[in-house]
Structure formats: structure tokens, C-alpha cells
């Protein structure tokens, strides 16, 4: 498995306002996510980050919104920005191990943001 | 969509009793795999099973896995207070990414 970190663990950010979450991994991994859990919601996958290119985002998020940067196989963070109350909610890391699909993707603790 | 979906919703069990939790997919999958929430914290990891794999055990959990059903099942044998979570199943289909389905708030009565 994985130990993966989140900072900070939780905030309360004002409208119009930007913040960004990092996501340290205690070991190189190739493949690492970025999650979004609404509250009392599922989690929805918002991007593949991507290590030394752009990240893969799914329909319906942006890069200009959630800007992402991984710049190397332990550590990533992603940005929210512009917020708005829409943008409350869990944000969560998580890493696959090894790839091809077959492997366990653990998660990290969670970013809880309420925007205001 | 590939998404899994768990059922039921929503599960109340007295501490001790055994609680089963299906979830049913739509699509072809690399495998499946079931996490615990508990109170909007991070998702622990409890087990993964292969598509070319039935049944998997660790501990008091056991997973099996139909794919001409499309579903599986999570069983907690000997519940504890401590169960009381949110439980997820995602499954990774041919893209390799990981979806979930809606939960399932499984409630532990001491």
C-alpha cells in the first residue's frame, strides 16, 4: 500500500478566492487522481495528474477551474479557483499501484473545504 | 455508464448479526473494489477482486465477485460498533479509471 498525506486537512475559504491542496506520497507512483466528493454525494473523478505533462481532466471539469501540477511521481496539488459555496466539498487524492488496472488505488484523508 | 451501484442504500443491523452489501455494474471490468468512509474522512481500501477472480476473504470481510451478473457482495460477518461506515464498491473498466457507486450507510447498533 501507500501513505499518502493531504494538506491542509480542512478550510474555510471566502467567494472569489482561490486554494490550493497538496498531496505528498511516501513512495514514486506513476498514476495519481484527483477526487471530488459533494456533500453526501459519491466521489466523482475530476483528473488523471499527470507527471511532467498536463493532466487529464473528465468531462465537466476544467483546467482554468481546477488547475493541476505534478511535478514529480511523489507529490501533486490541485487548485480550486474562483470558488464558490458550489465548490464545497471533499477534495481527495488518491494513487494507483503499478498500472494496467488491476492494481488497488488507495486514497488519501481528504481536503474539507467549505467556501463561503 | 460503468457506474456501480450498491444496495440497499442504507443498512441497520444489531452488533454481532452478519451484514451483506451488493453492488451491481453495467459494463466490462478490469476489477472491483470496496472502500469504507467513516464520517467524510478519507477512503480505506478493503479489498480488491479481479474480474477472473469469485471470491476473496480478509479477515471478517468476503467479497465475491459474478460477472455474468455484473455484481458483487460484501459480506461483514460478526459486526462491530466500530463498522458503522459509509461503504463503497468501484469498479476500473478498460480505461483503467475508478468509479463509484452511491454508498452504502451500513449503521451498527450496540
Known amino acids: 500500500s501507500a501513505v499518502i498525506s493531504q494538506k491542509p486537512s480542512r478550510d474555510i475559504c471566502q467567494r472569489g478566492t482561490s486554494l490550493t491542496i497538496q498531496c505528498q506520497v511516501d513512495s514514486q507512483v506513476t498514476m495519481m487522481f484527483w477526487y471530488r466528493q459533494q456533500p453526501g454525494q459519491s466521489l466523482t473523478l475530476i483528473a488523471t495528474a499527470n507527471q511532467g505533462s498536463e493532466a487529464t481532466y473528465e468531462s465537466g471539469f476544467v483546467i482554468d477551474k481546477f488547475p493541476i501540477s505534478r511535478p514529480n511521481l511523489t507529490f501533486s496539488t490541485l487548485t480550486v479557483s474562483n470558488m464558490s459555496p458550489e465548490d464545497s466539498s471533499i477534495y481527495l487524492c488518491?494513487?494507483?499501484?503499478?498500472?494496467?488496472?488491476?492494481?488497488?488505488?488507495?486514497f488519501g484523508p481528504g481536503t474539507r473545504l467549505t467556501v463561503l | 455508464s460503468q457506474q456501480g451501484e450498491e444496495d440497499p442504500q442504507a443498512l441497520s443491523i444489531q452488533e454481532g448479526e452478519n451484514a451483506t452489501m451488493n453492488c451491481s455494474y453495467k459494463?466490462?471490468?478490469?476489477?472491483l473494489q470496496w472502500y469504507r468512509q467513516n464520517s467524510g474522512r478519507g477512503l480505506v481500501h478493503l479489498i480488491l477482486i479481479r474480474s477472473n477472480e469469485r471470491e476473496k476473504h480478509s479477515g471478517r470481510l468476503r467479497v465475491t465477485l459474478d460477472t455474468s451478473k455484473k455484481s458483487s457482495s460484501l459480506l461483514i460477518t460478526a459486526s462491530r460498533a466500530a463498522d458503522t461506515a459509509s461503504y463503497f464498491c468501484a469498479i476500473t473498466g478498460a480505461n483503467s479509471k475508478l468509479t463509484f457507486g452511491k454508498g452504502i450507510t451500513l449503521s451498527v447498533r450496540p
Open positions: 459494463t466490462s471490468i478490469n476489477n
Open positions: 488518491s494513487v494507483a499501484t503499478g498500472t494496467g488496472g488491476y492494481n488497488e488505488q488507495f
